[in-house]
């Protein structure tokens, strides 16, 4: 990997998302589409501004298959605390086995040699 990919997914969290997929997903195509844009930069946007009374909580209502796990409860933590490693991330599921599948897949992701050096 080169030094403008190290960049481009430090600073934009779409783009880790794709990278993100590629690591998790070997072999397989995501399917870029509008909402996933849109939910990377939303979180982007609010995890970076900050602003006082901005909402903190979301919820996304999509169906099954439209990558919302992949991309707030796997790529977004992995992201967040790649950039500070000071940070935590709660995993909240509806069972525990959820909550620890969700936790392996993170700690997957953030395992790879390729994480490793975007995020030393």
Aim: proline share 6%.
């Amino acid at each position: 990997m080169n030094e403008d990919y190290y960049s481009i997914y430090r600073c934009s969290f779409g783009s880790f998302v794709d990278f993100s997929f590629r690591e998790l997903h070997v072999g397989e195509r995501m399917r870029d589409n509008w909402h996933i844009r849109l939910i990377a930069d939303l979180l982007q946007y609010i995890w970076i501004k900050g602003e006082p009374g901005m909402p903190r909580k979301f919820i996304f209502y999509l169906p099954p298959g439209y990558l919302k796990t992949h991309i707030c409860s796997i790529s977004f933590p992995a992201w967040v605390l790649g950039r500070d490693p000071r940070r935590s991330a709660l995993i909240v599921a509806e069972t525990t086995e959820a909550a620890l599948d969700l936790r392996d897949r993170c700690v997957e992701l953030m395992s790879g040699k390729r994480f490793r050096w975007l995020f030393p």
